[in-house]
Nanobody, 119 residues
Framework: QVQLVESGGGLVQAGGSLRLSCAASGFTFSSNAMGWFRQAPGKEREFVAD????????TYADSVKGRFTISRDNAKNRVYLQMNSLKPEDTAVYYC????????????WGQGTQVTVSS
C-alpha cells in the first residue's frame, strides 16, 4: 500500500521558517522523483519544487526560488522542503507527490499539511 505522509506544517510569522517532511512507503522510493505542491484556499494546486531520484536535478517555482530548498534521503525514504523567509502568500496546504523517473505525471499523493504564515 502506497503511502505519502507529510508533516511539519504549522503557524509561523512572516519571515520565519518551517521544514516539511514527507515519509514514503509502499513503493520504490529511490526510483521515483519527488515533488512538492501547494494549494491555497480558492486557488488551484500549484507546483512548488521537484527533485530527481538521485537528487542531482532540482527545479523550483519562480515564486519560491532562493527561499525554499527541496532535498531527499533515499536511505530514509523521505523528502524534505525547507522553507525560509516565509510570506503570507505561502499560506496553503502542502502536498508531496511521487512520479516515476522520466515521466511527467505524479501518481502518488500525500494528504497534505497546512502551512499558515501570519503577517
Amino acid at each position: 500500500q502506497v503511502q505519502l505522509v507529510e508533516s511539519g506544517g504549522g503557524l509561523v510569522q512572516a519571515g520565519g521558517s518551517l521544514r516539511l517532511s514527507c515519509a514514503a512507503s509502499g513503493f520504490t522510493f529511490s526510483s521515483n522523483a519527488m515533488g512538492w505542491f501547494r494549494q491555497a484556499p480558492g486557488k488551484e494546486r500549484e507546483f512548488v519544487a521537484d527533485i530527481s531520484w538521485s537528487g542531482h536535478y532540482i527545479t523550483y517555482a519562480d515564486s519560491v526560488k532562493g527561499r525554499f530548498t527541496i532535498s531527499r534521503d533515499n536511505a530514509k525514504n523521505r523528502v524534505y522542503l525547507q522553507m525560509n523567509s516565509l510570506k503570507p502568500e505561502d499560506t496553503a496546504v502542502y502536498y508531496c507527490a511521487a512520479r516515476a523517473t522520466q515521466t511527467a505525471q505524479y501518481n502518488y499523493w500525500g494528504q497534505g499539511t497546512q502551512v499558515t504564515v501570519s503577517s
